[in-house]
């Protein structure tokens, strides 16, 4: 596994006086079910409270900046349990912070808070401004590590909601120019990074660990899981996720089986850019053979993906994509777009099918179709025997440097 990143600026030191979590995007989730980058923060809030190093957290809000002791960071963590971000947490924030101001006196409320040698860290992709840079180096000795997820919106901007684009690269720019060290969720993600910028900090890859919730079918709505063998797909229904190669596969399994036509889930709220897509979800009638759900939790999703027939992920670009770690966890079926970030973290398990080849996908969920009907299925010794990444080891590699 690689370790270093490209360019010339020193590694970040191992300096530990504190760490200041950005925690600005995990709040910005208040009242909603958690996305995968929402989780990751999650993650490094618990385990930054969870080590000897004081810590703190930093939120941006329409008033100005709030800071974070433990008591704020904990009442984050208690309010963002079973796959959400309970409503109504910021005004707990403001009256348990240690420090709130406008945003014109960030670098004075961080001076005052924040011991010399403090590791600023984002994880969200979000509030890494020039003046939250600017304030953080008015701390003496600070340093700056940033997590890089993956570069699709610049890879992909025709996927992308209305200026993400341009954020991202003003985002990333800055990551290279001003971080002290990248933190790459894979291989992949540090090559591309390398293909879009020229120089950038020295960097670590660490996978992301997975968490996964114990399935909770009590927590399905009525008619769920359907009767008989049915598939899922679990997402977000934006145009990256190729929901339309799915709807366009079940048509044509329409067309060969009629009334013994397997059940689709696709579970996921609905996004941006997918007017189409939408049009041909509400065409469905309360009979069809697919279904659309939004609002699981993750306990109810578990029960789904360890009951279906297989997981389907036609996802034409994913930074890490969580759903197919979580059925090669419940040893359920595998298929999804043949990504690099599969490959590097779950081998042969997945059956690997271009998102452009619409055949092959018929093919791929008759075939596991049938072989859920004949109870034939018998997983190999590579899906049964597969380790999944852990947050333990995640930290093991990046703690040590922040």
Known sequence: MATHGVGTKRATTTNKAARLLDLTRLLSRSGRTLTGVDRV????????????????????????????????????????????????????????????????????????????????????????????????????????????????????????????????????????????????????????????????????????????????????PDGLPPKGPYFLTVGTIEPRKAHSLLLDVWGQLEETLGPETPTLLVCGSRGWKNESVFARLDAVGPNGHIKEIAGLSDGAIAALMKGATALLFPSYAEGFGLPPAEAAHHITSIVCNDLPIYREFLGNIPVYAPSGDAKLWYQAVMTAYETALSGEYAPSAEAKQWLPPTWEAHFERVLRLI
């Open 41 to 220: 923060e999650r993650a490094y809030l618990c385990a930054f409270l969870d080590s000897d190093v004081p810590c703190f957290g930093l939120v941006r809000t329409k008033l100005g900046y709030i800071l974070l002791g433990n008591q704020g960071m904990e009442a984050m963590r208690a309010g963002s349990v079973d796959g959400r971000l309970v409503a109504g947490l910021l005004p707990v924030l403001r009256k348990r912070a240690l420090g709130r101001q406008p945003k014109a006196l960030l670098a004075k409320m961080l001076r005052k808070h924040l011991p010399a040698g403090t590791t600023y860290v984002n994880t969200g992709h979000s509030n890494l401004s020039k003046r939250v840079v600017r304030a953080v180096r008015k701390v003496p000795d600070s340093q700056i590590a940033v997590l890089i997820h993956d570069t699709i919106p610049l890879d992909y901007p025709e996927y992308q909601a209305e200026g993400a684009t341009e954020r991202f690269q003003k985002f990333l720019a800055r990551a290279c120019r001003e971080a002290d060290l990248l933190i790459y969720n894979s291989e992949q993600t540090q090559a591309d990074v390398a293909r879009w910028c020229a120089q950038c900090p020295e960097g670590i890859v660490a996978h992301l660990g997975i968490e996964f919730a114990t399935p909770e079918p009590r927590e399905l």
